[in-house]
C-alpha cells in the first residue's frame, strides 16, 4: 500500500470532508486528531486516526513519521480551548512543516485564506501569509491553498442556523459588503485532485464557490427557501471596533472576529470568479442556495413559520 495523507485538522469541516473523500477513493488516509475519539467515524470508514497536537513538535513528528504527503487543514481563528492562534496558526504550522522536511515527505498542502498579505489588518491573515512564506522556504515541494468563506460557518454557524432556529439573526456589521462562499467538501474535492496528481506542486491555488452575496442576501435567502421573513438585526460598526479592542486581551479570537467585521470597505477584495478554478479542476460547485436547501431539510422540524 503507499504511503498515507496525513490530514491534520481531520476533525475539522474541511479536515472530515477530505478524509471522507480520500477514502472513498480507496487513498490511504492517517487522520491526526487532538481528539482522536471525534474521529472514531473515520476511523470506522478506514482511516488510520493517530493523536497530535499543533502545540506539541512531538506528536507532528510521530504524525508525520511514514506519511506520503501532508495536508494541513487546521486553524484557531476563534481561540478558545486552550488554543490560541500564535501557538497554532504560527508556531504550530511552521513546527508541523519542520517535521513534514524532516521526515520526506513528498508534498506539504497548506490551507491559507483568501486574501492573506504581509500588510493585512487583521493578524491571522498576516500569519497566514507568513507561513505561506516559511513553507515555500522550506525545501519541502508545496501547494498553497486560498479558499473563501466557508459556507458552513460564514453562510450557516453565523447567519443562517439562527434563521431557522428563531426567524431572526444579528448580522456583525451592515451586512452589505458582497463576498464569496465555498462549500467545504468542494474544496475537499481541489485538494484530492492535487494530491492525485504529482505534476501539481510549488503553486498557489484560489478557490471559492459559484456565489458572491452579502450576509442580508444570505439571510434573506435562507429565509425565502425555508418559508419565513427573517427579523434581521445589525451590530453597528462603531461598537464592533470599540468591543474589538476592549476585547483583544481577553478573547482575542471573539476580538479578531468583530474586527474583521468592521473592516467595511477598508478590507481586501472577497468576491471571486470561480471560471478559472473550474476550468483547471472540472468539479461542480455548490451553489449557495444548493447548500442552503440541504441546511434547511436537515432542521426542518425547527423551522418557525
Not at 477514502?23 to 488510520?48: F, T, Y
Not at 512543516?97 to 504581509?118: K, L, P
Request: positive net charge; proline residues 6%; contains cysteine.
Amino acid at each position: 500500500m503507499s504511503s498515507p495523507v496525513l490530514v491534520v485538522g481531520s476533525t475539522g469541516v474541511l479536515g472530515r470532508a477530505l478524509v471522507m473523500q480520500l477514502l472513498a477513493q480507496g487513498m490511504a488516509v492517517r487522520a491526526m486528531a487532538r481528539s482522536p475519539a471525534k474521529a472514531r467515524d473515520l476511523a470506522e470508514l478506514g482511516a488510520e486516526v493517530v493523536p497530535g497536537d499543533l502545540r506539541d513538535p512531538a506528536s507532528l513528528r510521530r504524525a508525520c513519521d511514514g506519511a506520503g504527503q501532508v495536508v494541513a487543514a487546521a486553524h484557531a481563528l476563534p481561540g478558545g480551548h486552550g488554543n490560541s492562534s500564535q501557538t497554532v496558526d504560527d508556531a504550530g504550522h511552521r513546527a508541523l512543516i519542520g517535521s513534514a522536511r524532516d521526515c520526506g515527505v513528498s508534498r506539504f498542502v497548506y490551507t491559507s485564506a483568501q486574501g492573506v498579505s504581509s500588510s493585512h489588518p487583521i493578524d491571522f491573515f498576516r500569519t497566514k501569509h507568513a507561513v505561506e512564506e516559511h513553507l515555500k522556504a522550506s525545501g519541502v515541494p508545496w501547494v498553497i491553498l486560498r479558499p473563501s468563506a466557508f459556507m458552513e460557518w460564514h453562510a450557516h454557524e453565523f447567519n443562517g442556523k439562527s434563521v431557522l432556529a428563531r426567524g431572526k439573526v444579528t448580522l456583525l456589521g451592515p451586512g452589505t459588503r458582497r463576498r464569496n462562499f465555498v462549500a467545504a467538501r468542494d474544496v475537499a474535492a481541489v485538494v484530492v485532485r492535487v494530491l492525485s496528481d504529482a505534476s501539481v506542486v510549488n503553486r498557489t491555488i484560489e478557490i471559492g464557490g459559484p456565489d458572491n452575496l452579502t450576509d442580508t442576501e444570505v439571510a434573506e435567502l435562507y429565509g425565502r427557501i425555508a418559508g419565513v421573513t427573517p427579523a434581521i438585526s445589525r451590530v453597528p460598526v462603531a461598537v464592533l471596533r470599540v468591543m474589538g479592542a476592549l476585547l483583544r486581551p481577553l478573547a482575542p479570537g471573539i476580538s479578531r472576529i468583530m474586527r474583521m467585521a468592521a473592516l467595511l470597505n477598508s478590507a481586501p477584495d472577497e468576491t471571486f470568479d470561480a471560471s478559472r478554478l473550474t476550468a483547471e479542476f472540472p468539479i461542480a460547485l455548490t451553489s449557495l442556495e444548493e447548500f442552503v436547501r440541504e441546511k434547511v431539510g436537515e432542521s426542518r422540524p425547527t423551522v418557525r413559520a
